[in-house]
């Protein structure tokens, strides 16, 4: 897990809410963490490594994991990147990694057309011929990544446009995607669906995953608006919530999958806190709760 905050991180830079303030006052119940990224391999030595997402944090994050270092003069423990959406949360990063090192980067044709069409600093990667190497996620159909030895299927998952597009195109269902990542070898799965908007036909996007990494950006719908620092609702932002009666701790509870983490947390969220009722309500549930440099090997 390279970074398991939601957009803005932990602490956020203009917020002083509870856990902001902890986290600034060193309090033990509760760590900073760095924006939604995370790094998959089928785990043998040399592999190089499936990132999904590029948050504003990508360079402190490939520092702080040695596997994503480079293993020669010019060179990145990184094979390939997927992208989720076309959130600034989740593909800024692109622009750190500009220093003309080629990249394979998966992408919905949307969310590529969003970025490459729209933006002329996306140019910056596109300075020598095969700098970017775009490989289109069709929703249902698995990308091979021989490279990697990983295979990455894409299945909409309800989502939003990224804020600097909205209202410039219509929405689609290609705009927002969990990835469902399977082991070339072993056949096994993991999920990543870190921004999920409503729970319908979710069951089929987690069927058969061993791990599943899932949307913990809020506890509960008013969050923000209970806290006083914004108007917008979870489902306002496309999340659903993970408590109440229609949240996902609720929902998922006939979950099969031997690991369940909640990620890309906002920092806004009670369960952040150890001792917080809400961080007992996850973890009774078998949940387990992402954090910066969280390791899971299956
Ligand atoms: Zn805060």
Not at 98 to 111: F, I
Request: charged content about 25%; aromatic content about 4%.
């Amino acid at each position: 897990m390279l970074g398991s905050a939601a957009g803005g991180g932990l602490p956020q830079w203009n917020c002083a809410c509870e856990n902001c303030a902890l986290v600034r006052a060193g309090d033990a119940r509760i760590q900073a963490r760095t924006q939604d990224s995370l790094a998959l391999s089928r785990g043998r030595a040399g592999d190089r490594w499936l990132v999904v997402n590029a948050s504003p944090d990508v360079l402190r994050q490939i520092e702080r994991f040695e596997p994503l270092h480079p293993r020669s003069a010019r060179d990145t423990g990184i094979g390939a990147i997927a992208l989720t959406n076309g959130d600034l949360d989740h593909v800024l990063g692109l622009l750190s990694l500009r220093e003309s090192q080629p990249l394979v980067v998966l992408a919905t044709e949307r969310v590529r057309a969003g970025l490459v069409e729209r933006n002329a600093m996306l140019r910056t990667l596109a300075r020598m011929p095969d700098q970017v190497t775009w490989r289109t996620l069709e929703l249902g159909r698995e990308v091979l990544l021989d490279a990697v030895g990983l295979g990455v299927t894409a299945v909409a998952a309800r989502g939003k446009l990224p804020v600097h597009l909205m209202g410039a195109i219509d929405p689609s269902p290609e705009d927002n995607v969990a990835l469902r990542v399977r082991d070339l070898a072993s056949g096994r799965v993991c999920v990543v669906a870190t921004a999920v908007g409503a729970l319908e036909g979710v069951d089929a996007v987690l069927r058969g995953a061993e791990l599943v990494f899932f949307d913990g950006t809020f506890w509960s719908e008013d969050e923000l608006v209970a806290q006083g620092l914004g108007k917008a609702r979870a489902r306002d932002m496309a999340h659903v919530p993970i408590g109440g009666d229609g949240g996902s701790l609720a929902r998922l509870a006939g979950l099969a999958a031997s690991r369940r983490v909640y990620t890309h947390i906002n920092n806004t969220n009670p369960v952040l806190r150890e001792g917080s009722p809400e961080r007992a309500a996850v973890e009774r549930a078998g949940w387990e709760l992402s954090f910066d440099g969280m390791e899971i090997t299956l």
